[in-house]
């Protein structure tokens, strides 16, 4: 495979290109007709200075660049793919036919003109540290509003943002003994700095018509191939995204380990003049491929040494996605969380909602929320390691965060686990009302940028099913709780001052009916309702704007569709997620998921919640888990202690619920609470019948839970499965396709699909409307 990069800024020097000015008259004197001065003189002899002025030097290397192809195209030379660095990107899109020499030009005069115009900020090149490194370096200093603006090779990277914060970092990294060059630049390019100057020209290029590349060419914002009608997209959110060029190499190893390249508008007889030869090759010496689907150029990567046929779905469907099901919902979120979908997979218990889920989606530009409840705090960092080795600063993913009034010490540990790793998105579920912990997650991610608007780098989606719940996410974070991370060092007075002037969270899900806890809520009461309390909040509140979401019931298009119809943001699945190749529930388990239909689920009292009656929502199909719950609480009720329940009923709970006396079960129950610690919950249950009597009922629900995630066959009868109804909806929507069997669901496959026969259902939806009004 022959590969063709095009240098962006920093290849220019005076007298570049003597040989191509005479060569090429006609599209020299066109350039300069356009340009309105001599390109050529510029290039040679730069009579005013200019050529160093990014306004200037962008037009130069462009023209460039494109002669020099047309020169190597005279030769004889062939091209199977296409890379440039940054400004380099417009030039391998011209040879891909994406557009002329003129347009590619007019594009390149109005960018360099924006950037040009953009005041405030530096960058700076740091050598010698890895990417993963840097940035590690830079959260430990609290330098979270620093971005990395180009990721050059395993070796080298571009740090942007406010002056100050850049020679601050500077200085770290020198006392560290890491180079740190400032460059000569006028503003943070590549970074948030910049989304004001893509706005703008992201209105710019709707006046033009692009085609789509006839020749592979790897996005500077995606490392992968451009796929079909992305030139617009992609163009615009370079300006304000990083130059993944490390990766983009990696994926060009990816499709041919030994590919050859040229680097067109080089000069290797200058020092430095072959600046992307040498970062080719430091990571071809370094670096690991990546390996995608050589069919699926849009594909996230999955790295992998061959391809594997359970990813063959995906590929399908990455392939044949529409353009419409990335529209769907509130394009503020999608670029809010960096997603392709306005989809999210919600967080299901004890790692259901696996990292192996959550890496599925991030690749594939939907967010998912690795399922901590129920796992240790070492159990949670493994997790969160394996995450974030497998993918890229970029690519979206998040934890949840369980509320533990019972032991808020365990609720604030976890957070600090997160601040620890830098996990930047929770998802907050069972929250009643806000906790020191989650105050300290959210305003920990406070700043400032550079024109001292507030940036909020810590994200919290808040599943709430209640309004007043709602209203608090919705409002700033209680005052005392504020003020006492402040006396504690925990957060810094800015932070604290700061806090008072955004909300807790900037994005609701509404949880209707759902599988596990659940209220019970109806969507069509409750979003609205919400919506109603969203717009009255606003109209006195921080800028950002909040999203809503729904999330409940959702397992079929028609349930999705009116969903983003009544107004939904994004929407959130879980059940259905349940029972894919990567979710963390056993594979018995998904084979009785798998066959369940939309009258196959039950409500039973809820195990941590039991004396409250509190209700879950679980499968109810090859399982009699359901009735013997609501069995336990009715004893609960009815009775008040374990001594005053008929010997006859007691007996039938020895045999068939516990398997044991239930003398054995309180013995056990105990034992789970000194380990614990709880000495008060202990004294309580053996002062009280009652409370001793709801502790051994509580034993039935973990015990039922630890034999669903056992695996073992042997008491399937007693599984305790959270599910809703919407898996048995999505299972009669797939059967009779590919992915009626469990084992041929990926994660990725089934939302993208979902996403895609909703675009189409709104569609056809809106025809009919049409229709209807015309006759």
Known sequence: MNVLLFPGQGAQYKGMGQDLWAAYPRLVDA??????????????????????????????????????????????????????????????????????????????????????????????????????????????????????????SPTQ????????????????????????????????????????VQQVFATFLRDFTFQDPVIPVIANATARPYGAGQVAELLARQIASPVWWTDSIRYLMGQ??????QEIGADPKRIGGTVLGK??????????????????????????????????????????????????????FRERYGLKYAYVAGAMYRGTASPALVIRLGRAGMIGYLGTGGLSLTQIEAAIQTVQAELRSTEPYGLNLLADYEDPANERATVELYLKYGVRCIEAAAFTQMTPALVLFRLKGLSRDATGQIQCAHRVLAKVSRLEVAEAFMSPAPAPIVEALRQAGAITAEQAAMAQQIPMSHDICVEAD???????GIPTILLPAMLQLRQKLSEHRDREPICMGLAGGIGAPAAAAAAFAMGADFILTGSINQCTVESGATDLVKAMLQDAGIHDTAY??????????????????????????????????????????????????????????????????????????????????????????ARVFRWYFRYSTELAFSGSADDRVNYQVHTGPALGAFNQ???????EPWNKRHVDAIAIALMDATAQHQQTSYTQFLTAQKG
């Open 157 to 196: 990277s571009v740090i942007a943002g406010d002056t100050a914060t850049i020679n601050q970092a500077a200085a770290l990294l020198v006392a560290r003994d890491v180079q740190c060059v400032p460059l000569n630049v006028s503003a943070p390019f590549h970074s948030r700095y910049m989304r004001e």
């Open 514 to 520: 759902s599988g596990g806890h659940t209220d019970g």
């Open 733 to 739: 929507w797939v059967r009779g396709t590919e992915w």
């Open 279 to 332: 970062l080719v090759d430091e990571t071809r010496r370094t670096a690991t491929p990546l390996r995608v689907e050589p069919d699926s150029p849009t594909a996230g990567a999955v790295e992998k040494s061959v391809p594997d046929e359970a990813d063959m779905p995906t590929k399908r469907i990455l392939a044949s996605r529409s353009s419409g099901a990335q529209c769907l919902g509130s394009a503020i």
């Open 256 to 261: 041919d380990l030994d590919f050859s390249y």
């Open 604 to 693: 039973a009292p809820a195990g941590d919640l039991f004396e409250m009656g509190s209700r879950v929502q679980v499968l109810k199909k090859g399982v009699l888990f359901p009735m013997r719950a609501n069995k336990l609480y009715a004893l609960y009720t009815h009775y008040d202690s374990l001594e005053a329940i008929p010997e006859t009923v007691r007996g039938q709970l020895e045999r068939n619920f516990f398997k044991r006396s239930l003398g054995q079960v309180w013995d056990e129950s105990l034992h789970y609470l000194q380990a614990q610690g709880r000495a008060k919950d202990i004294a309580l249950a053996q002062s009280n019948p009652k409370v001793r009597m």
């Open 31 to 152: 350039a300069s007709h356009l340009l309105g001065y001599s390109i050529a003189d510029l290039c040679l002899h730069d009579p005013h200075h200019q050529l160093r002025l990014t306004q200037y030097t962008q037009p130069a290397l462009y023209v460039l660049n494109a002669l020099g192809w047309y020169r190597w195209q005279e030769a004889g030379g062939t091209v199977d793919a296409l890379a440039g660095h940054s400004l380099g990107e417009y030039s391998a899109l011209l040879v891909a036919g994406c557009f002329d020499f003129e347009t590619g030009l007019r594009l390149v005069q109005k960018r360099g003109q924006l950037m040009g115009e953009a005041r405030g900020g530096a960058m700076a090149a740091v050598l010698g540290m890895s990417a993963d490194a840097l940035q590690t370096f830079l959260r430990e200093h609290g330098l979270d509003s620093i971005d990395l603006a180009n990721l050059n």
